[in-house]
């Protein structure tokens, strides 16, 4: 039987755990290799990982294997975001006029274990720590493996290899070294880097502040965001450049510098962080950056999945929800060309799922890119909090007839990231600009503004599709 091949995984992270879990559910054998140990068994070290938010598109992929129900248990609704100003007001923005669309939060450890217990319980996966993946022959089939506990290196082979092992993936290097066909690839920083924080719980254990929201201080060039835990607690980042500004990573060097930076511009958090020094100088400061390469897939033989092939700055949030809408996109592809016998049915396999899938996820690592723009800044203009509020209000009354681009992107999980993306920044323009022009406000028939808008937007879509940017 074909599903009696052997499929190698590279990299026990949440893609990878989750296309473990789904090819055993195929009847494929599975073998997964992680460098890290078994997250289950240890405690981790804080400040390595944003908090993240999971969305629609991440819970299509949990239906898909059946777990919707226990991940549910794990997560703290945010239903919008709650965003302070310098002198600690504080305005709640919904994500979405329709009560039904909201965000999560939830613990990248809690959810990765589900998923590593979930795999391990078919008896055809079998998952391997603390083996990091060295390099790959990708023109054999085969990885090359150094176990931390034996010392010893190995090779294991595959019918074929999967790397769901991340923006440092090492079967990407072996392709980009290998020089056995053309590989581009490009690395793209920001000039600012995170370092991540913490509120603790009340006395009580408790939240401190209101726990329905993802918390902002945006601040034009820099910003600090808050999302709950289930603990009463909340992951706090700071987001800041790392040279620029009277105000850097560079410079933020002692505990009086740093609580001055943090008293002018978060005095309201600042007031629930007795923790801050302890958390700046123990915790790193990490690079944020987007990672994008093509071809994605050698011949039938391997594929690159999740961050290993499209790595995005956290900024909308779908990092992870892109990930397992990988997984979710190669299903649908692979039900479509099943029982693969041969590597030239893996090829096609492969070929198929990189040409619809490429292009969603160079979508979406733009549109991070310019939600870290708006959160940072946009959110505290007067022009962008009217559209915001206009867009709620149709949403609310026009529910099945207008979606922002937001919503087009987090909760509109049947639809790509590409459409999303055009359609989204479309009607972003068309309100702008007719917001700036006086053509509609607030006080108008919401009706006559839904048709001016969508008048626009189209005019603006052809526009683009002449230009060929559609």
């Not at 195929?26 to 390595?48: F, M």
């Not at 987001?239 to 009086?256: C, K, P």
Request: hydrophobic share 40%; proline share 3%.
């Amino acid at each position: 039987m074909p599903k009696n091949q052997h499929v190698l995984i590279i990299g026990a992270g949440l893609c990878g755990s989750l296309l473990a879990l789904r090819m055993a559910q195929r009847g494929y054998q599975v073998s997964v290799y992680e460098k890290r140990p078994d997250l289950r068994k240890i405690t981790l070290d804080s400040g390595r990982s944003i908090n993240l938010a999971f969305s629609n598109r991440g819970n299509k992929a949990m239906k898909l294997v059946g777990i919707d129900q226990q991940v549910k248990t794990l997560c703290i609704p945010m239903h919008g975001r709650m965003l302070h100003d310098t002198a600690g007001k504080t305005i709640f923005a919904p994500y979405s006029g329709r009560e039904n669309e909201y965000i999560n939060s939830i613990s990248r450890n809690d959810l990765n274990a589900l998923l590593l217990t979930e795999a391990e319980k078919r008896n055809n996966v079998s998952i391997y720590f603390n083996n990091k993946c060295v390099s790959v022959d990708f023109e054999n089939t085969s990885a090359l493996f150094y176990n931390y506990e034996s010392k010893n290196e190995h090779v294991i082979n595959a019918d074929v290899i999967f790397a769901t092992d991340g923006a440092g993936s090492a079967m990407r290097k072996s392709y980009y070294l290998g020089k056995k066909f053309l590989f581009s690839f490009s690395q793209d920083y920001l000039t600012h880097g995170y370092k991540e924080l913490s509120i603790l719980p009340d006395k009580t254990g408790a939240h401190k502040t209101f726990k329905n929201a993802l918390h902002i201080w945006g601040r034009e060039a820099f910003m600090l965001i808050a999302l709950p835990n289930l603990d009463g607690s909340f992951t706090v980042t700071l987001f800041l450049s790392y040279d620029d500004g009277t105000y850097n990573f560079n410079n933020l060097t002692t505990e009086a510098r740093v609580l001055e930076f943090f008293s002018t511009y978060f005095k309201d958090a600042l007031k629930l962080m007795p923790n801050l020094v302890e958390d700046f100088f123990k915790n790193p400061t990490s690079p944020l950056g987007t990672v994008k390469c093509s071809p994605w897939h050698y011949k039938g033989n391997t594929l690159l999945m999740g961050d290993a092939a499209h790595a995005i700055v956290p900024f909308y949030g779908q990092g992870m929800n892109a990930s397992f809408e990988d997984v979710v996109e190669f299903d649908q592809v692979l039900e479509a060309h099943p029982n693969p016998e041969s590597k030239s049915d893996w090829e096609t396999i492969f070929k198929v799922y990189e040409a619809k899938r490429k292009k969603d996820t160079d979508a979406i690592a733009d549109l991070a890119i310019d939600n870290f723009h708006e959160m940072k800044g946009h959110v505290n203009n007067a022009v962008f909090r009217e559209k915001r509020n206009l867009e709620m209000a149709l949403e609310k009354e026009f529910p099945n007839d207008y979606a922002s681009k937001y919503s087009l992107v987090t909760f509109n999980e049947n639809i790509g990231y590409r459409e999303a993306m055009l359609k989204g920044r479309a009607q972003d323009k068309a309100i702008l600009n007719m917001l700036t022009d006086g053509v509609i406000s607030l006080n108008d028939d919401l009706e006559v503004n839904l048709k001016k808008i969508k008048q626009e937007t189209e005019a603006i879509l052809e526009d683009d599709r002449i230009a060929g940017l559609k």
